[in-house]
Nanobody, 120 residues
Framework: QVQLVESGGGLVQPGGSLRLSCAAS????????MGWYRQAPGKERELVAL???????NYADSVKGRFTISRDNAKNTVYLQMNSLKPEDTAVYYC??????????????WGQGTQVTVSS
């Protein structure tokens, strides 16, 4: 069984910062891409940032220059540093990882979601 556990969400004022963390645990053989998605009320889930196991990154245009994704492969953990937050960043943020176990190759694992609210 594989779990992704997120932490770090909360309420922050516009212009503030938050750091999200997501740790994968369980019977993991390997982890490929890891990423963060978000879903605002009434909107579809969208990709925020992605990082490969080699460290290459990709960002949504709306967060480029403000958000930074990183990972610690030894800890099976991915981070999202969010700076200069705007009200439109308000959403539930979900961690995603493509994980292989000894039985299943490269399946999508999801965290439970963490709320980020940007408001004065």
């Amino acid at each position: 069984q594989v779990q992704l556990v997120e932490s770090g969400g909360g309420l922050v004022q516009p212009g503030g910062s938050l750091r999200l963390s997501c740790a994968a645990s369980g019977s993991i053989f390997s982890i490929n891409d890891m990423g963060w998605y978000r879903q605002a009320p009434g909107k579809e889930r969208e990709l925020v940032a992605l990082i490969t196991n080699g460290g290459s990154t990709n960002y949504a245009d709306s967060v480029k220059g403000r958000f930074t994704i990183s990972r610690d492969n030894a800890k099976n953990t991915v981070y999202l540093q969010m700076n200069s937050l705007k009200p439109e960043d308000t959403a539930v943020y979900y961690c995603n990882a493509k994980i292989s176990t000894i039985r299943i190759y490269n399946f999508d694992a999801w965290g439970q979601g963490t709320q980020v609210t940007v408001s004065s």
